[in-house]
């Protein structure tokens, strides 16, 4: 057999044995059915100290359409164990968590992987995490299952929990020349956080899907209350698998938090001739930097369409749920207003 037969006999095998893999691959059905990837994203700031917890972030990514969701988990949110009988016992917070672990000997990877155990198993109890993610909760011996796991390092002076800043880091994360293999040394991380690994075939699925997330499609979102958990993440792993979001009517409320007076009331004018209701403006202390939209109420887009309304061009929209918000999205303008085009004319006149 010449060389040029060989080559083909060898091709012939090597898409024989990739389509075999694809067949036999749950993470690729997954892919092709839609499914959101689901991960984890603890950030750390340079010089921060081993007892103060990282910051965590649940992710939902969604394969058809690039977008990504993270949720922001608080050190102060509460989590639970489980009793025998599934009931919820020994209510502590995260950041007691990850102190206990933390302990007299500054056991920094234990406390690390500890709070990362408990929010996870804090998310796996919610209806509302997938079933073939390993959820609802039942087994507390075994992790919530998986698609990526990321461990940050970010600037003394970032602040992730804004949207443009973390699309920037994401950014950086996805073009860095070395995706590829750090993905790979980061693989064995992952494998064990699923129940039964995973193999390369797998792993290659999962990071070429996850170079493809979009950060411009980012939504950035923050548990705020445990009685309003269910309703977020519904909504978030609903957008990742494609669902549009939910209409009806937008009102609002606008804070000044900024050093210019009567700030509030311009921008209160200029959304009402737009066509917004705004129930309620004043002042907010101490000052903001930075120009922000409070999703109150489940509807990202909504906010959104304000922030428009305003000249906004990439505006900070946070989902922050409230049982009873004053209004379905909350305006906090900072001393970056000007960067709002509509709004800085208005600003200008007397």
């Keep these: 057999m010449n060389g040029a037969r060989w080559a083909a006999a060898a091709l012939i095998a090597c898409v024989a044995a990739a389509a075999a893999l694809e067949v036999r691959s749950e993470t690729a059905a997954r892919l092709r059915d839609g499914k ?34 993270l949720v922001r988990i608080p050190p102060d949110f509460p989590v639970f164990e489980r009793g025998p009988g599934g009931e919820a016992i020994n209510l502590r917070t995260l950041a007691d968590v990850y ?31 997938p079933e073939e993610r390993g959820g609802p909760f039942r087994d507390s011996d075994r992790p919530a299952a998986l698609d990526f796991h990321l461990r940050l390092s970010v600037g003394a002076g970032a602040r992730p929990g804004f949207p443009r800043e973390m699309r920037r880091l994401l950014a950086d994360r996805l073009e860095d020349p ?9 693989a064995p991380a992952l494998r064990a956080r699923e129940r039964a690994g995973r193999g390369a075939y797998e792993l290659l699925l999962l990071a070429r899907d996850f170079r493809r997330l979009s950060p411009a499609r980012l939504r950035l979102s923050e548990l705020t209350d445990p009685a309003l958990s269910h309703r977020l993440l519904a909504r978030v792993f609903a957008r990742a698998a494609g669902a549009p979001e939910p209409e009806g009517p937008v009102d609002a409320e606008v804070l000044n938090g900024t050093d ?8 209160t004018r200029l959304l009402r001739l737009r066509g917004f209701d705004v129930v309620h403006f004043g002042s907010t202390r101490p000052l903001e930097h930075t120009t922000r939209f409070l999703d109150r109420a489940g509807n990202a887009d909504g906010a959104a369409a304000i922030a428009h309304s305003l000249g906004c061009a ?16 909350t305006v906090v303008l900072g001393q970056d207003f000007a960067s709002c085009r509509a709004l800085a004319e208005t600003a200008e006149r007397p």
């Design 260 to 267: 210019s007076d009567g700030l509030a009331l311009k921008a």
């Design 314 to 329: 990439a505006p900070e929209v946070v989902t922050a749920l409230e049982a009873r918000p004053r209004a379905a999205v």
């Design 178 to 186: 070395l995706f590829w293999p750090r993905f790979a040394a980061d």
């Design 36 to 69: 959101p990837l689901t991960g984890l994203l603890s950030i750390r700031h340079e010089g921060q100290e081993g007892v103060t917890p990282p910051a965590l972030y649940m992710a939902a990514a969604g394969p058809r359409g690039g977008s990504l969701d």
């Design 99 to 129: 102190g206990q672990a933390y302990g007299p000997d500054r056991r920094l990877d234990r406390a690390d992987e500890t709070i990362e155990e408990a929010a996870l198993t804090m998310l796996q109890s919610d209806p509302a995490w």
